[in-house]
């Protein structure tokens, strides 16, 4: 027993230290964008499903990375605030789909076609989703929906979503990045997406871990029908929202999960629906349902769901249709733990970067703000700008 409870530590360990720098890399650039551009401007651009603005929520979801929590709060806040439904639901999925740690991790432990895949699926989940909704959501469910989310029930990560920590006066990009005000609300966010992820990423690589070290993989490839390839690339698609779903792992956390699904016999496109079901896991439905009410909260499992597979599809066909699915025989699970290659090298030198937020943080007022994460909206939005300036001077 003792044993194979060292084995499965053993791989959450290596699978922690290959992605270590990558995701200090990816919340670094994304407090980055978040302490130069202002929120107000984000419900601005986002008024509308036009093609143009839906490019303009996926771009600016994609530089605010969130935890999936984090995203739906956020886009509840959009919505209330003034923003289109669709936009808001767009920027929601490439905040946690479309973004560069999800890219980087994905090359790193399963290989540059799933990072291209999942870029290419995102695009293609929210221009399906649009056209759902276009098709399909009523004024009067799209009404209901509104009345509901004014009422501003409280779902998970609410304080985080409602601050705005961007530093606004005179000055360019860099002038106001490089400025005390600007170093410090990099900090705060850093820490802050950090805190938002952890519990997540944490869960993931230990139930990842744990399957990869017990279940066989025999089990898999009868589950995932691999001794069928067709019905294995027809069937992946449509059996892995429901794997994510079932696993309550969101986020970056689904990745390493999604590694021994790979392994295990799961099809390309399989893999990548089942990244995205993060939106989809049971406590994020109700929250949804706290959000938006019962009736949005069932269209919005449908359609997400009809999006996630087509995108699946898509990925799965056009990239075997290309030869750019790699051999799965080759999949492979990090076990070596650690040794003094280019990994360690950048895990030091990240760790250093992150150490020296970290201390920005703790000396700049970020403990207090960070007790506010999870408060809800109406309570924390007073903070959204003056909480993180608090700080700064």
């Known amino acids: 027993m003792w044993d194979a409870i060292r084995h499965a530590l053993s791989i959450t360990g290596s699978m922690t230290w290959e992605i270590t720098w990558a995701l200090i890399l990816g919340f670094t650039l994304s407090a980055v964008v978040q302490a ?12 509308d499903d036009r093609p143009r603005t839906l490019t303009l929520a996926a771009g600016l979801g994609a530089a605010s ?47 540059w076609q799933f990072t291209v895949a999942e870029f290419v699926g995102g695009p293609v989940m929210i221009v399906v989703l649009a056209v759902l909704f276009r098709v399909l959501l009523r004024e009067r469910l799209l009404r209901g929906a509104h009345e509901q989310a004014e009422r501003g029930l409280a779902g998970s990560m609410e304080g985080h979503a ?109 893999v990548i629906a089942f990244i995205y079901a993060d939106l989809l896991i049971l406590p994020i439905l109700n929250i949804y349902r706290k959000y938006y009410g019962a009736r949005m909260a069932g269209f919005l499992l449908v359609t997400f769901y009809a999006a996630m597979v087509v995108a699946g599809y898509v990925v799965e066909f056009l990239f075997g249709g290309l030869g750019l699915v790699p051999d799965q025989s080759r999949a492979r699970i990090p076990e070596e733990g650690l040794s003094w290659n280019y990994t360690t090298w950048l895990n030091i030198a990240f760790l250093l970067l992150a150490a020296a937020l970290l201390v920005r943080f703790l000396r700049t007022g970020g403990p207090t703000m960070l007790k506010m994460m999870g408060g809800a909206p109406d309570r924390t939005g007073h903070a959204e700008h003056t909480g993180a300036h608090e700080g700064h001077h």
């Not at 130069?36 to 008024?47: D, E, I, Q």
């Not at 936009?87 to 490439?94: L, N």
């Not at 025999?218 to 019905?231: I, S, V």
């Open 65 to 111: 990375s969130s935890c999936s929590y984090a995203a739906v709060a956020l886009a509840r806040s959009l919505f209330r605030k003034g923003a289109d439904f669709t936009a808001a639901m767009a920027f929601e999925i490439a905040s946690t789909n479309l973004v560069v740690e999800l890219g980087v991790i994905l090359a790193l432990l399963m290989g």
């Open 162 to 270: 409602a601050m705005d920590m961007s530093v606004g006066g005179e000055g360019g990009f860099l002038r106001r990045l490089l400025s005390r005000q600007g170093l410090t609300s990099v900090s705060h966010i850093f820490v802050m997406e950090w805190a938002a992820i952890l519990r997540d990423l944490v869960v993931g690589l230990l139930i990842a871990g744990a399957i990869a070290a017990w279940v066989p993989d025999d089990f898999w490839r009868a589950f995932f029908l691999t001794d069928h390839p067709l019905t294995a690339r027809l069937m992946g698609p449509l059996i892995g929202p429901f794997v994510a779903i079932a696993s309550f792992v969101c986020s970056i956390g689904n990745v390493p999960l999604a590694v021994v699904l790979w392994k295990g016999g799961i099809s390309f496109g399989g």
């Open 36 to 47: 130069v551009v202002r929120r107000s401007t984000v419900v601005r651009l986002l008024g």
